[in-house]
């Protein structure tokens, strides 16, 4: 049963002059079975709409998360003896102006299901959680108080269909509303619009539905009504007009043709407004709606997706109904902030996984432009496809699908229809697909595990390799679209190799886009932090407050078994909306301008618009040119129109012959918004690019610097090395174990060699086929035993200055038999540089590929000021480098870290030319160089400290500064749920050689300055 009592399916249509919301304050009762009866005693306040495992009425319950599985054995239809029960009860009275009409209640949003009793009658029962359902009470509501009362069922039949990779929680979570329409009314209202060949010509069919008394008795409509539409453009023009008797089925169509008439557009959202007006037979206006819309019309063409005629690129986010407070609640500000967010991050698409979003999040992605795919509340992914190969259940199938249609047809901001999510394939996919393409004709299907069946009309792979996705649009046998349903797994630090995906859908016609997963970590608020103890001196316990970060209830943290941790956590923004770092990359890939620098000597650039309708004269272009990370030179980019598709070149009007060649310079582009728009201010940027330039002078070779003279002095079990003020210590078991500068000590803990890092959620995936934690575990990478001793040097210097002091490190496990040799050669010269090479070799050849290979130390507690030139100012990968600028970057060191649900791997800078960690007034400190670059991690939480806690606020922060300095690290992927890391984002186990450099810093040196001359004893130091 889908439910009995409510009216069939249509548009909302409750908002007009008599509506009562009934939304506030409730009495609530929880009983822990169905059957159970509640005392006056056990009802306390709700308000309405909430989950009521997050409230203190219904917190007896318990919220739960998990993915795949259910939280019960599996064995449709039947559920739990165990079943919460929610009894809400209130009171309302109907307006003396209602009580010639109609009355009806309608509840937006109800989970699992519920039966609705007024009065001591029950009116009815309602399925389908995200969908809404009407009743007419009109002939159980009496003068005075009438007594309302519903009862939810945390779980029933339908809790098989709506296992959506989400929270389960329970309730009201939509609004209910009361209102009243004439015993004759406007029942459903449908706007359809085709374009014509010539695109600007469109078709336009509006049905305007009648209904008459109860819809139990369903009468013919009374005699002399008749029926008024009009279209109105934005400036309240009329653009079309009608009017007309129904016929015999009840209906009055208007047809009409529109010449030229402004279409709608994710960039350009330009709505009309339909108003429909119902006349009795004595010429008064009874009922009305009024409603916006867009004109616009989709298709799939030459194996594309088109829309008003033009190829669309969905630059897309899958999107739950989340809020960290209310769980299922989301408030009107929330979406809109959703939206905000998106559209300043460059993307145009939402698919609302996994079920049909609250209307008002149409309503507002018709407003502020977003193509939508409008999915079904259809998962049963603990069975797969037992339910949807099971005729029993073709009514549950179909019914949501018809149910989601009728609601939401009006919508233009939906581009698709999507027949659910992970229900496997069976007949009943069959058969609301061909129910879809005769409702609804005017738009395409799409369902992931339909694969290549012809029931749908675009090809909806998920987590696809970049290989899988080339085959898919090279396929000569299918000519359908390809838009990824879900790819890029966004689960903690990670979306790798965006640059990648986009560089092959911008490649393929065929290939339309996709929808990463997803928009926001689903973690729910925890309200009180725990504490931790610890035992004082005289082993007395006391209570210490943590001092991590803010942190995020996911899957196991309420007690809930069984549960899938923290795979809820997979957002590009945290669950208060804050991006994450990953945001960066996507706004960059999802760019709709490009730009490609031609010739970077005579500037010649080539711009691409990527719009599908509007042209670049709404943003304003410049360029800049920097010289080690210092302006130089800019300009205005002056373009004459340059059409949605097209691509012209223009010339820049820089310089190069100026150019000092022991620097690094860089071109950057940038488009902005001119004026302000509904989403975002004047002067936002939209896209930018970043290209090197390299000037055509002479390279600079690399001398021995000249300076102080290098004492050396060897003792058992260190060689101290000496340049004037500074104090170098190599302890022969370890390596760089002292930098003492003016007599502060700068390192607090030796440096020595390491090959891993913190994992990260796709590091230790139990979903995704790389799984390379198991593999690390496998080759005992988390049980290397480090030995160190002097291998050679330390003698003093040779007549040319020279002073190597070679350690050798061996890092092994006994049980697999690896072992990863480290040689480091450090030496001082005369301008106080400390060089360090390490040669690495592993043995055997072939094992796993390493997290990372570089030297972990500590730097002294005053250590707080990281200032570095590379690519930022947020952490970088080498699979998440766009969207990033190169230049000068300086931050609190504090301020690096970002607290993912589980602490990981987090804050490192790849592709580092130099670094300076110092104090906060940069007087003293270490400046670190690369050769050419390095990577870097500096923190105040270590890597044991966060593989230890599973949430921020359990992690315990170090005064002193873990400091990573990388020759090599392992790229993010999407391993959690997708492809690993690409082959050129590894590093694997062979034999590796890199160098990089310490310098003291003092007052205000200039880095570029001090290493002008490059590394000692290899090429000129890069960009310097």
Same mark, same amino acid.
């Given at each position: 049963m889908t439910g009995w009592g409510r009216l069939p399916a249509s548009i909302p249509l409750e908002h007009s002059d008599f509506h009562l919301s009934?939304?506030?304050?409730?009495?609530?009762?929880?009983?822990?079975?169905? =059957?159970?009866? $509640?005392?006056?005693?056990?009802?306390?306040?709700?308000?309405? &709409? !909430?989950? /009521?495992?997050?409230?203190?009425a219904g917190n007896?319950?318990?919220?739960?998360?998990?993915?795949?599985?259910?939280?019960?054995?599996?064995?449709?239809?039947?559920?739990? =003896?165990?079943? $919460?029960?929610?009894?809400?009860?209130?009171?309302?009275?109907? &307006? !003396?102006? /209602?009580?010639?009409?109609?009355?009806?209640?309608?509840?937006?949003?109800?989970?699992?299901?519920?039966?609705?009793?007024?009065?001591?009658v029950t009116v009815g029962y309602m399925t389908d959680s995200r969908l809404p359902s009407t009743f007419d009470i009109t002939d159980n509501v009496r003068d005075g108080a009438n007594d309302l009362g519903v009862t939810v069922y945390r779980w029933s039949a339908g809790s098989y269909l709506e296992d959506q990779d989400h929270w389960w929680l329970s309730g009201i979570h939509r609004s209910v509303e009361l209102w009243s329409v004439p015993e004759t009314h406007i029942a459903d209202v449908s706007i359809r619009t085709d374009l014509r060949s010539d695109n600007t010509t469109c078709d336009a069919t509006i049905r305007v539905s009648l209904g008459s008394g109860a819809p139990a008795i369903a009468p013919g409509l009374p005699d002399g009504y008749r029926v008024r539409i009009r279209v109105v453009d934005a400036a309240n023009n009329e653009l079309a007009a009608a009017e007309g008797t129904p016929g015999p089925d009840n209906s009055v169509i208007m047809r009409h043709t529109f010449n030229d008439i402004r279409l709608w557009f994710a960039e350009d959202p330009y709505l009309h407004t339909l108003d429909v007006q119902l006349i009795n037979p004595d010429g008064r206006l009874t009922h009305c709606h009024v409603e916006r819309f867009g004109v616009r019309s989709v298709k799939v063409a030459g194996g594309r997706l088109v829309v008003n005629g033009r190829p669309v690129e969905i630059r897309g986010v899958n999107r739950h109904d989340h809020d960290p407070e209310t769980g299922k609640v989301v408030s009107e500000d929330s979406m809109i902030r959703d939206i905000e967010l998106m559209k300043q991050h460059n993307i145009n698409a939402v698919r609302t996984a996994h079920y049909p979003n609250d209307h008002r999040f149409l309503e507002l992605c018709d407003l502020y432009g977003m193509y939508v795919f409008g999915e079904a509340n259809l998962e049963s992914h603990g069975v797969w496809d037992r339910l949807a190969r099971d005729p029993s259940w073709e009514h549950q199938f179909v019914h949501r699908v018809q149910r989601m249609v009728e609601r939401d047809k009006n919508r233009a901001c939906i581009i698709a229809w999507s027949l659910g999510n992970e229900c496997g394939y069976g007949i009943n996919f069959d058969i609301a697909s061909s129910w879809l393409r005769d409702r609804d004709p005017s738009r395409p299907i799409h369902y992931h595990p339909a694969g290549r069946r012809p029931s749908v009309d675009i090809l909806g792979p998920m987590y696809p390799s970049l290989a899988e996705l080339a085959a898919l649009a090279d396929d000569p046998r299918d000519d359908r679209p390809v838009v990824m349903c879900e790819y890029a797994h966004s689960m903690g630090n990670s979306t790798g190799n965006l640059h990648e995906y986009w560089n092959l859908v911008r490649s393929s016609p065929r290939l339309a886009g996709g929808f990463v997963w997803d928009w926001a970590d689903q973690g729910l608020q925890l309200s009180h932090r725990p504490q931790q103890h610890r035992e004082t001196v005289s082993g007395q316990p006391e209570t210490e407050r943590v001092c991590g970060p803010p942190s995020f209830a996911y899957g196991g943290d309420f007690g809930d078994e069984p549960n899938d941790g923290n795979f809820c956590m997979n957002g590009l923004v945290s669950p208060e909306r804050e991006p994450h770092p990953a945001m960066v990359a996507l706004k960059h890939a999802y760019q709709p301008i490009g730009f490609v620098l031609a010739d970077p000597m005579t500037g010649k650039l080539r711009i691409t618009n990527r719009q599908q309708w509007i042209d670049l004269s709404i943003y304003d272009l410049s360029w800049y040119l920097e010289s080690a990370g210092r302006r130089v030179q800019s300009g205005a980019i002056e373009l004459d129109l340059v059409r949605a598709g097209s691509t012209v070149e223009v010339q820049l009007g820089y310089s190069t012959t100026t150019l000092n060649s022991l620097n690094e310079h860089q071109l950057t582009v940038a488009a902005v918004r001119r004026n302000r728009t509904r989403w975002a201010p004047a002067g936002h940027e939209i896209a930018f690019d970043q290209f090197q330039i390299h000037s055509q002078t002479r390279r600079r070779p690399?001398?021995?610097?000249?300076?102080?003279?290098?004492?050396v002095e060897r003792g058992d079990v260190a060689t101290v090395l000496k340049c004037a003020e500074v104090t170098i210590t190599i302890a022969h078991d370890s390596g760089l174990a002292g930098f003492e500068v003016d007599g502060t000590e700068l390192v607090s803990a030796p440096f020595v060699p390491t090959v891993m890092r913190a994992q990260t959620d796709n590091d230790r995936a139990i979903f995704g086929p790389e799984q390379i934690g198991r593999r690390w575990t496998d080759a005992g990478y988390d049980r290397l035993v480090r030995h160190a001793t002097l291998l050679s040097g330390g003698e003093g210097g040779d007549e040319t200055g020279h002073n190597p002091v070679c350690v050798r490190t061996e890092m092994?496990?006994?049980?697999?038999?690896?072992?990863?040799?480290?040689?480091?050669?450090?030496?001082?010269?005369?301008?106080?540089?400390?060089?360090?090479?390490?040669?690495?070799?592993?043995h055997p050849l072939g094992v796993a590929p390493l997290a990372r290979l570089g030297h972990v130390g500590r730097l002294a507690s005053h250590i707080e000021l990281l200032e570095f030139f590379g690519p930022g100012p947020h952490e970088t990968y080498p699979d998440r480098v766009i969207g990033s600028r190169v230049g000068l970057h300086r931050l609190r060191i504090d301020d690096d870290f970002v607290p993912y649900s589980i602490p990981q791997e987090s804050g490192h800078h790849t592709e580092v030319r130099w670094a300076v960690l110092a104090d906060n007034d940069r007087r003293n400190g270490l400046l670190i160089a690369g050769d050419p670059?390095?990577?870097?991690?500096?923190?105040?939480?270590?890597?044991?400290?966060?593989?230890?806690?599973?949430?921020?606020?359990?992690?315990?922060?170090?005064?002193?500064?873990?400091?990573?300095i990388d020759g090599a690290h392992r790229g993010l992927g999407n391993g959690s749920c997708g492809p690993g890391v690409l082959d050129r984002y590894d590093v694997p186990a062979s034999p590796t050689r890199w160098r990089w450099a310490l310098v003291p810093l003092a007052g205000d040196n200039v880095p570029w300055q001090i290493l002008s001359k490059g590394i000692p004893g290899a090429p000129p130091f890069p960009g310097f």
């Open positions: 009934l939304d506030g304050k409730w009495r609530f009762a929880l009983t822990q079975t169905a =059957d159970a009866t $509640p005392s006056e005693a056990d009802f306390n306040p709700i308000v309405v &709409p !909430a989950n /009521w495992q997050l409230t203190d007896a319950d318990i919220p739960i998360y998990t993915n795949v599985q259910y939280p019960w054995p599996a064995d449709p239809p039947n559920v739990p =003896d165990s079943n $919460p029960t929610g009894h809400y009860r209130r009171t309302f009275e109907i &307006p !003396a102006d /209602w009580k010639t009409g109609r009355v009806r209640i309608t509840f937006r949003g109800v989970d699992s299901c519920a039966h609705v009793h007024l009065n001591g690399a001398i021995t610097p000249v300076g102080s003279p290098i004492e092994s496990c006994r049980d697999t038999g690896v072992v990863f040799r480290f040689d480091t050669t450090y030496e001082l010269h005369a301008n106080a540089m400390l060089t360090v090479e390490t040669v690495f070799r592993p670059t390095f990577g870097l991690n500096a923190s105040h939480y270590t890597v044991e400290a966060l593989e230890a806690a599973t949430h921020p606020h359990e992690l315990q922060s170090i005064d002193e500064v873990e400091v990573h």
